[in-house]
């Protein structure tokens, strides 16, 4: 029974490739990645979004998977069949003393295997190409749709800064207007304001581009002065320089965070362009899954080793337990165990007839062997040894010498 289930024994087969977790090409001290979060965090997060039973059931779909079992299959045992058969599992690198050094121990190689088991050859690989392929393509669009939110959060802010820090600016301006300006005056400082506000602008039109904070800015003050160009001016009092003062303060605090916001933007796309050119951290494929030549299961001369060594140790215990269980008498011990000793008298052998008469003739036909062999020896002395007197006068002549 043991040979024949070692022999008929349906085979499955493992298919495996082997995904490295690449550093960044570029040094992160001239682009930073926008993208932080720890490899081993973010293969997790791939793996249970691979796992996924959408995804689960249209790889089942698309290679047929479990065909005799399908029909009797719910979409969730489907879900769990496929699990079980899947295998990602990080892998240990064997590393000597000499290649663990400090840089190494700083960014450690992370090796993960992707791999599935089916009674296919075939279908195991394509499986496990698949898998791999959707775990590259999960990551792949994680990173970059991180880097382009971030970068779409911090364009958002800098709108709104530049908003508020142009809206500040045109209050800035017409205080400032209004609170030099006499009631009779000919509005002579306005001309000069705007003046050196353009000549700004087309200086610094000549550096940057027209979306840059420092244009956009300059062009809202401008527009601002030349609306306000001929409103009355208030009285200049003490309240609108106090007002001036606080408002003076406001925008300095307000282009610091435009500043730091501005730097963060640009250093948000350079990320993203970084993502977007697969330059920074990424998934790359080492070990491509092939169709295996052996099965992982069953080991069939283990089995039948298995099988031969059950085969006699059960037989050998079954055969214990047989005399074991065995209440035969067999010996005097046996008999004693069940009736008194006293009762046991030793009887002599008694023969028969027969027996006698065996025993003679047993008798005789060993002596008539050995008369025979007597007799052969003396028939063969005569025949092939010289006649004794002679042997007997040699002997004779030898002992005198």
């Known amino acids: 029974?043991?040979?024949?289930?070692?022999?008929?024994?349906?085979?499955?087969?493992?298919?495996?490739?082997?995904?490295?977790?690449?550093?960044?090409?570029?040094?992160?001290?001239?682009?930073?990645?926008?993208?932080?979060?720890?490899?081993?965090?973010?293969?997790?997060?791939?793996?249970?979004?691979?796992?996924?039973?959408?995804?689960?059931?249209?790889?089942?779909?698309?290679?047929?998977?479990?065909?005799?079992?399908?029909?009797?299959?719910?979409?969730?045992?489907?879900?769990?069949?496929?699990?079980?058969?899947?295998?990602?599992?990080?892998?240990?690198?064997?590393?000597?003393?000499?290649?663990?050094?400090?840089?190494?121990?700083?960014?450690?190689?992370?090796?993960?295997?992707?791999?599935?088991?089916?009674?296919?050859?075939?279908?195991?690989?394509?499986?496990?190409?698949?898998?791999?392929?959707?775990?590259?393509?999960?990551?792949?669009?994680?990173?970059?749709?991180?880097?382009?939110?971030?970068?779409?959060?911090?364009?958002?802010?800098?709108?709104?800064?530049?908003?508020?820090?142009?809206?500040?600016?045109?209050?800035?301006?017409?205080?400032?207007?209004t609170q030099g300006k006499p009631a009779s005056s000919t509005g002579s400082e306005q001309p000069t304001t705007l003046t050196q506000l353009k000549a700004d602008l087309i200086q610094k039109g000549a550096l940057y581009s027209e979306r840059h904070p420092a244009i956009v800015s300059l062009k809202k003050q401008i527009e601002a002065l030349e609306k306000v160009a001929s409103a009355p001016a208030p009285s200049n009092d003490a309240a609108t320089a106090a007002s001036l003062e606080v408002m003076v303060a406001q925008q300095e605090s307000l282009q610091k965070n435009l500043d730091a916001a501005s730097a963060k933007l640009a250093a948000a796309r350079l990320g993203e362009n970084l993502e977007k050119d697969q330059q920074s951290e990424k998934l790359e494929i080492i070990e491509q899954p092939t169709a295996p030549q052996e099965p992982v299961r069953p080991n069939r001369l283990k089995v039948l080793a298995l099988a031969f060594a059950a085969a006699f140790g059960g037989g050998a215990g079954l055969t214990f337990l047989v005399e074991f269980l065995d209440k035969?008498?067999?010996?005097?011990?046996?008999?004693?165990?069940?009736?008194?000793?006293?009762?046991?008298?030793?009887?002599?052998?008694?023969?028969?007839?027969?027996?006698?008469?065996?025993?003679?003739?047993?008798?005789?036909?060993?002596?008539g062997v050995f008369a025979l062999a007597v007799i052969g020896l003396l028939v063969a002395a005569y025949l092939f040894l010289p006649p004794l007197d002679l042997m007997i006068a040699k002997a004779r002549v030898g002992l005198f010498r």
Request: glycine fraction near 4%; charged fraction near 25%; charge should be positive.
């Open 1 to 177: 029974m043991g040979a024949g289930a070692a022999l008929l024994w349906p085979p499955t087969y493992l298919s495996e490739g082997r995904i490295l977790v690449q550093s960044q090409q570029i040094p992160s001290e001239l682009v930073r990645p926008t993208v932080t979060s720890a490899a081993q965090e973010r293969i997790q997060a791939i793996q249970q979004r691979t796992m996924t039973r959408d995804n689960l059931i249209a790889i089942a779909d698309k290679f047929k998977l479990f065909p005799e079992k399908r029909t009797l299959m719910s979409p969730t045992e489907l879900v769990a069949e496929v699990k079980k058969h899947t295998k990602i599992a990080p892998v240990d690198l064997q590393l000597d003393f000499k290649q663990r050094t400090r840089a190494s121990m700083e960014n450690p190689t992370i090796v993960f295997s992707v791999g599935f088991e089916y009674g296919n050859a075939a279908v195991a690989a394509q499986v496990a190409n698949e898998l791999m392929t959707r775990i590259l393509n999960e990551d792949l669009r994680d990173r970059t749709s991180r880097a382009t939110d971030t970068t779409k959060f911090l364009a958002r802010e800098v709108q709104r800064l530049q908003a508020e820090n142009s809206a500040l600016d045109a209050k800035i301006a017409q205080l400032r207007l």
């Open 328 to 367: 035969g008498i067999r010996r005097s011990n046996d008999l004693l165990s069940v009736v008194d000793g006293k009762l046991i008298v030793s009887i002599p052998y008694i023969s028969t007839a027969a027996e006698l008469r065996a025993k003679r003739r047993r008798m005789f036909v060993v002596l």
